[in-house]
């Protein structure tokens, strides 16, 4: 059963996160608030033990990702991309009630997750999703679109317009910390550590038409945050549309 993007096996592992998050919701819908989170904090664990597991897949060093040139170094995979940094950030922000933190979780980190699997590297293309690094790539990735969902459906986060100026701020000083976590990894480990891509683009095509327009470290990246505040804004209207109807009905 080897996965590609868009292929049967790759629609079906779509599927079964879609199922989970229909099922979740519906299992925890007349559940109290405790409840909810105990069954959210069990995902992002699962989630965390999936990701060690889907790394240590990695650094077994496989033949079929020594054909393609790969090799593990552990300065390059850690958990501080723009997706897995949520691993930590979705349960801190549950148990100290942080909308902010939240908000990564729900708007920021699935993006990434999602099309981190959409645009996979070669080593996860054509590979048999039951080996265990290829089954935690695809998994993992899709585990944080449902956490992200999931904090919606049961209730913990509200998307909101006005989340929005605070959601830029938290990004833009989160991505400089990161960078600066970037250039003193690389400077003390001579690894090339390229978390949220504020280095070089690493061949993303999109992040390559960015760098054509800035290239320069960092910067280049002030494109990404339009397109983001765009997407911010098309997933939260039907959101806003709702909330509106609702307000609308009751002063009816």
């Keep these: 059963m080897n996965i590609r993007p868009f292929n049967l096996v790759y629609f079906l592992c779509i599927f079964i996160i879609i ?4 099922v979740t919701t519906l299992l925890c819908k007349e559940k109290s608030e405790k409840t909810k989170m105990i069954v959210l904090l069990s995902i992002c664990g699962f989630n965390l033990l999936l990701f060690i597991a ?50 990564y979780g729900f708007y920021i980190a699935p993006l990434g997750a999602f099309l981190a699997v959409c645009s996979p590297a070669i080593e ?27 904090l919606v459906t049961l209730g913990f986060f509200k998307p909101r317009f006005k989340e929005v100026p605070f959601l830029n701020v938290y990004a833009a000083v989160l991505a400089t910390i990161i960078h600066f976590v970037n250039l003193l990894i690389r400077w003390l480990t001579g690894s090339n550590a390229n978390y949220f891509y504020t280095v070089q683009t690493d061949g993303v095509s ?24 765009v997407y911010i804004v098309i997933v939260t209207l039907p959101f806003h549309l709702v909330e509106k ?4 009905t009751v002063n009816a």
């Design 19 to 22: 199922a989970l998050i229909i």
């Design 206 to 229: 999109i992040l390559e038409m960015f760098w054509s327009i800035i290239p320069y470290s960092y910067i280049y990246l002030i494109f990404a945050i339009v397109i983001l505040n």
């Design 54 to 103: 889907y790394k240590i897949g990695l650094a077994s060093n496989p033949s079929d990702l020594q054909e393609h040139g790969y090799r593990f170094i552990i300065w390059e995979e850690l958990p501080l991309h723009l997706c897995n940094i949520s691993l930590f950030l979705v349960p801190i922000g549950l148990l100290i009630k942080n909308s902010k933190l939240l908000a």
């Design 245 to 248: 109807k609702k307000g609308s």
């Design 124 to 150: 996860f293309i054509d590979v048999n999703i039951f080996k265990i690094y290829n089954f935690g790539f695809y998994f993992t990735h899709l585990n944080i679109v449902l956490v992200g969902v999931l």
